[in-house]
């Protein structure tokens, strides 16, 4: 499976950004899919999951804010990002299983493809 990240940028707090994930060498529609991000001296954090169903889940430090979705005929995942703030800058890396674990809770299972990341950072 090759992930592939774009959409990031650099935004001002209170702005919106969407990423987007393509996703190759698996069918798409069978994928559990989530999104995590990293900033610089931190530790990866858990973004949110989009099970092959399309049902989702958030971290409580973005829901209400962030929006997971996708397209199964474009084999896309993506990420709309609202109301950013200046911690939400972080490398954003979606990340794809087969098996659904959902990800947000102990204990961890990392999935198994990850993409290379695409940089997000909000400033004030």
């Known amino acids: 499976v090759q992930l592939v990240e774009s959409g990031g940028g650099s935004v001002p707090v209170g702005g919106s950004l969407r990423l987007s994930c393509a996703a190759s060498?698996?069918?798409?529609?069978?994928?559990?899919m989530a999104w995590f991000r990293q900033a610089p001296g931190k530790e990866r954090e858990w973004v949110g999951s989009i099970r092959r169903d399309g049902a989702t889940w958030y971290a409580g430090s973005v829901r209400d804010r962030f929006t997971i979705s996708k397209d199964n005929g474009k084999a896309t995942l993506f990420l709309e990002m609202n109301s950013l703030k200046v911690e939400d800058t972080a490398m954003y890396y979606c990340?794809?299983?087969?098996?659904?674990?959902?990800?947000?809770?102990?204990?961890?299972?990392?999935?198994?493809?990850w993409g290379q990341g695409t940089q997000v950072t909000v400033s004030s």
């Open positions: 990340a794809a299983d087969p098996v659904f674990r959902g990800w947000g809770s102990q204990p961890f299972t990392p999935p198994a493809y």
């Open positions: 060498g698996y069918t798409f529609s069978q994928l559990n």
